[in-house]
């Protein structure tokens, strides 16, 4: 009996650190321990994580692109291309979402339902 309450904690802990890894936190969704406190707890963050992470995918390409871009010759072609400042700035934003899944799966292997910072408390599955 021990044995299947260990699993079903290391179960737990896997499907909650899973939650942080892009959209693997669907898996949260599809198994067994879908109703579990933390697991949902960890899915909910997770779905958060997924949608700053295309938002800032989005201001990266859209907007960074588009004000930093500069166009350059090549064999006599017009090329556009995003700066050098334009590419430092993607990839601040870039890291934001990466620190917060370090965040996230550091917590999920403590077992911690701590929220992730700043973004954390505006989880709307719980």
Same mark, same amino acid.
């Not at 896997?14 to 969704?29: A, E, F, K, M, T």
């Not at 166009?71 to 995003?82: A, C, M, N, S």
């Given at each position: 009996?021990?044995?299947?309450?260990?699993?079903?904690s290391?179960?737990?802990?896997?499907?909650?650190?899973?939650?942080? $890894? +892009?959209?693997?936190?669907? #898996?949260?969704?599809? =198994?067994?321990?879908?109703?579990?406190? @933390? /697991?949902?707890?960890?899915?909910?963050?997770?779905?958060?994580?997924?949608?700053?992470?295309?938002?800032?995918?989005?201001?990266?390409?859209?907007? $960074? +692109?588009?004000?930093?871009? #500069?166009?350059?010759? =090549?064999?006599?072609?017009?090329?556009? @291309? /995003?700066?050098?400042?334009?590419?430092?700035?993607?990839?601040?934003?870039?890291?934001?979402?990466?620190?917060?899944?370090?965040?996230?799966?550091?917590?999920a292997?403590?077992?911690?339902?701590?929220?992730?910072?700043?973004?954390?408390?505006?989880a709307?599955?719980?």
């Open positions: 009996m021990e044995n299947n309450v260990n699993s079903t290391s179960n737990v802990k896997l499907y909650s650190i899973l939650s942080y $890894i +892009g959209i693997l936190w669907i #898996v949260g969704l599809l =198994v067994k321990e879908k109703s579990d406190k @933390t /697991v949902r707890f960890h899915v909910g963050q997770g779905m958060l994580l997924t949608l700053l992470n295309i938002v800032i995918g989005v201001i990266n390409r859209a907007i $960074i +692109g588009n004000i930093f871009s #500069v166009t350059e010759y =090549v064999l006599g072609v017009p090329y556009r @291309t /995003v700066s050098g400042l334009g590419l430092a700035i993607e990839f601040i934003l870039s890291l934001i979402p990466f620190v917060l899944m370090i965040i996230g799966i550091v917590n292997s403590k077992c911690k339902e701590e929220e992730l910072p700043v973004i954390g408390k505006f709307f599955y719980k």
